[in-house]
């Protein structure tokens, strides 16, 4: 039986030739097309321009009835105060820091 010259080297090389050629198409088809390309969440509430608010300063906003029972509408109407970066708002003369869900959809 004759004996295979470099057989082991041989599958050595192939094989870390396919390692090689995976880890390069794996990098091409995570690599973004355009570096300025901003990723797409799948809530539409991250997918919003910085200039695309549910709210803006001195807007009133009126809170569900479901949170505020037994009071009319213009008892749940407050001022925003102030819209911070993670899209909550702080109200003129109300406590603490309020999510839009909180809040009746502006009609």
Do not use: C
């Not at 969440?41 to 009133?60: C, F, H, L, V």
């Not at 109200?91 to 009746?104: I, Q, R, S, V, Y």
């Amino acid at each position: 039986m004759k004996k295979r010259r470099g057989g082991r080297w041989l599958g050595a090389l192939a094989g870390l030739a396919g390692l090689t050629a995976g880890a390069v198409g794996a990098a091409l088809l995570l690599r973004r097309r355009d570096g300025s390309e901003k990723r797409q969440s799948i809530y539409p509430e991250y997918n919003r321009r910085k200039t695309d608010r549910w709210a803006r300063p001195g807007m009133p906003v009126t809170f569900r009835a479901e949170l505020m029972p037994g009071r009319d509408r213009a008892e749940r109407t407050f001022r925003v105060a102030e819209v911070l970066p993670s899209g909550r708002v702080t109200l003129e003369e109300f406590t603490g820091d309020h999510a839009e869900p909180e809040f009746e959809p502006i009609r």
